[in-house]
């Protein structure tokens, strides 16, 4: 085949097109490569892909953070471009490679051969000093890494010390190392059956729970009376576990129906597999927890007819009665419909704050 002069100088893509990159490469395979195909896809995988990749980047799903949004948008225009490039320069069968400019033969020339040991020689002495030259590079590198460890160690003990010894921050303190360490535990160490293999995180609302939570902080400097000691607090369940998850913190249940676990005399709910309400025993140490789907209404002290699940998670906390269309807070209860509140009926014995 005869030599091309406007192609010499030029490198080849893999494919065997010219290489319109900096990367060696073409730009239908640069454009394959985006949308994450090979270079036998057809125009049916060109377009599934695209339209994976599309819902995948699109900059709405980012709209609560500035720069992740920015980044999908331009994301989503090297997407498009190569969709497009694709779909205007079909695959096409290239002989490109059998183009290549053949190398000229070159005469031999003994002279070229006569230094050839002692270049070598060079070579070798060249190659062994660079060698040498990158140990300091390496030693340093392996310095600073074992000095952030060391920081980080000095700054983590020295946390743990002032949060552990704050009466404040001492109780929230253990119970966020207890529940790392369970995470841990089940994602690394391979533990027993009884670990969690999810936790929820430490709430920061009031909260409707069993006895566990119930203990009130020790005075400082008076006496300890005796108490039986208990086990240590088990992770929340909460709205969307799985049964096994739920096992994973609880244990067996002591008994099971369908879409219903009961322990004792408290029961969690089950629906497509998640859990999607509960009655709790107000003498269970059962942990449950509820966290509003949207910020509540700033400065609400009331809720009333119409008010949001958020709104009266946020001012009553937890239910220990909890199903898709009423909160149960002792023997009161909160009536929804569509997410919003219908009714409710008020006890004396867990006064709601409703408006009057």
Known sequence: MAFDPTKAGKSL????MVADTFGGMCDRCVSLQTLGLTRDATPEEVENAYRTL???WHPDRFAHDPRLHKDAEEKLKEINSSHDYLLSHPKQTS???AEKPPIPERPFVPSDFEFEGEETEEVRRILRRGRKSNIPGILLKAGLALGAVAFLAILWLAGDSFLSNNQFT??????LKL???H???SHFGGGSSTQPSRSAPIPSQPDAVGAAEATPPTPIGKAVAAQPQTSAAKPYITAGLTPFEVISVLGNPTSSTGEKMLYRNSEI???NGQVAGWKIDPASPIRVKLWSD??????LNTFGVGSSKSDVIALQGTPTLFSDNDFGYGSSHVYFQSNHVTSWKNSGSTPLRVAH
């Open 183 to 185: 995470d841990f535990a």
């Open 170 to 175: 001492a109780r929230a303190w253990d119970q």
């Open 95 to 97: 002989s490109r490679l």
């Open 54 to 56: 599309v819902k995948v």
């Open 294 to 299: 949207s910020p509540s209404v700033p400065g």
């Open 269 to 271: 709910d089950f629906k």
């Open 13 to 16: 893509c893999a494919c065997g």
């Open 179 to 181: 529940e790392v360490q």
